[in-house]
């Protein structure tokens, strides 16, 4: 039985030579989260298409945001604004309602 052939090739050797390319990521632009209480910002990112990584504490004692929405957003990483690929990461520091 012989192999078939494409365009004079044989079919292993046509398969060998076909390259893919991997398609480029889609660039988001980054919401803004700031001034926002934790759950509406991480809710906007993941909408944006954005993974949100671990809240930092803005008082440095590195508390763990457990009910989200009695915290807020002081800043975040990147920037409102920003333009990043479709998956990046984003992190937010945050300070509970009732911190100074």
Known sequence: ?????VAGASAEEA???VTTQAPKAAKIKVPPGVGLDYQSAQDLWR????HVA???DATGANRIPVIDSNWVVVSQDPK???MVEAGSFITATVKKDSDD
């Open 1 to 5: 039985m012989t192999t078939p052939s």
């Open 15 to 17: 398969t060998s030579t």
């Open 47 to 50: 909408s944006a298409g954005l």
């Open 54 to 56: 671990p809240a930092e």
């Open 80 to 82: 409102a604004g920003s």
